[in-house]
């Protein structure tokens, strides 16, 4: 048996081992496995508000999962989508502010968009020229930058654009709103799902052409491989390093179509709820495949609000648990089978 004909079951296996050990865990707690996801099931695919606070949550995570993966083409781990998120979602914010009543939709949506990738790609573009020019490691300083958004944004929200005694900004113009599927499709789930679900998903299949059907994806795969064999064969990797941190940093700002202009319509203290670092457990599970993460971001969603719905017979808690015993188990599993394991 090979590493590449087993690798392709590595994330089946970890979804597999981490339901099993859920379910040890449930039934510990006196409840009943089966009966517990059953619920879970019902409570999110039979009524149109569970299918909505699914499809909405996995929009936020397809965008930083991809944050996640595209840097890693380049052998970049960017684990500061968290940060990046909050400053995209910040400068949506900001912008939508100042944006005059009566701005064409067809100009303030695309230019809060555009806003939330550009800050979310300059933020990680910080770690990118600290990686070219200084050789700082991007798993310490995206982290650290994590911590410094944080501190910027509630720092300005609070002593400078919060309304008062609230813990929000004023709301964006209403021109800059995306509609919600209720609007759009007239559906009557009244949840939060949204256009920028179709955004994610294009931006998806944008990735998935720039990887695998362009050239300048070649040259980001190669100079992630090996970067001595790409710089003689004529390909930029400093470039190639910091346009994949850019483009990482500008996925986790596009979080903010979601969350800033689909759902809340301001910035608030606790916007992203952790959703930068969920984007790293999705990347892992889709072994940042652009493709894969599509459907990584939904199970982890699934996870998630079922676990909100089944919060009455077991803690929610326990899914958090799963979430994280998946991603130990992708990282275990290559590990424990390696001495078993044969290069073809």
């Known amino acids: 048996m090979s590493k590449r004909s087993v690798k392709p079951f590595i994330p089946a296996l970890s979804l597999l081992f981490a339901l099993l050990a859920g379910s040890l865990i449930i039934a510990a707690t006196g ?15 039979t009524s149109g508000y569970g299918i909505g606070q699914v499809l909405f949550r996995a929009t936020t995570l397809i965008f930083t999962g ?7 083409r380049v052998r970049l781990f960017n684990i500061g989508g968290e940060g990046q998120l909050l400053m995209g979602a910040f400068a949506a914010a900001l ?9 064409p939709a067809l100009v303030a949506a695309p230019a809060l968009i555009l806003a939330a990738s550009a800050a979310g790609a300059g933020w990680a573009m910080v770690a990118g020229w600290l990686k070219v020019r200084r050789g700082v490691n991007e798993v310490i300083s995206s982290i650290m930058l994590n911590f410094i958004a944080l501190a910027i944004t509630g720092y300005l929200l609070t002593n400078r654009f919060a309304i008062p005694s609230t813990v929000h900004t004023p709301a964006i113009v209403a021109d800059g709103w995306l509609p919600d599927f209720d609007t759009l499709f007239d559906l009557g789930w009244h949840s939060p799902a949204n256009l920028s679900l179709f955004v994610a998903l294009a931006v998806t299949a944008g990735a ?13 795969i190669a100079s992630g491989l090996n970067p001595e064999a790409a710089r003689h064969a004529g390909i930029d990797t400093p470039r190639h ?47 940042t495949n652009p493709a894969g993460i599509i459907v990584a971001a939904f199970l982890f969603a699934w996870l998630d609000y079922g676990g909100l719905a089944v919060n009455t017979l077991v803690p929610k808690d326990i899914f958090m648990m799963v979430q994280a015993i998946t991603i130990l188990s992708i990282i275990s599993i290559p590990a424990l089978f390696k001495n078993r394991l044969k290069e073809d």
């Not at 409840?31 to 695919?45: A, C, G, N």
């Not at 912008?95 to 701005?103: F, H, K, N, R, S």
């Not at 998935?208 to 980001?220: A, C, E, K, Q």
């Open 31 to 45: 409840s009943d496995p089966i009966e517990v996801y059953q619920k879970m099931l019902r409570s999110t695919f």
């Open 208 to 220: 998935t052409v720039l990887l695998y059907r362009s050239r300048y994806g070649y040259d980001m």
């Open 241 to 287: 390093t910091l346009g994949a941190m850019a483009m990482g940093g500008a996925m986790a700002g596009l979080a903010a179509s979601n969350l800033v202009l689909g759902y809340k319509h301001w910035f608030e203290a606790g916007l992203s709820t952790g959703a930068g670092f969920m984007g790293i457990a999705v990347a892992l599970l889709a072994g």
């Open 66 to 72: 991809l944050a996640v993966a595209l840097p890693f």
């Open 95 to 103: 912008c939508g502010i100042a944006l005059p009543a009566g701005t």
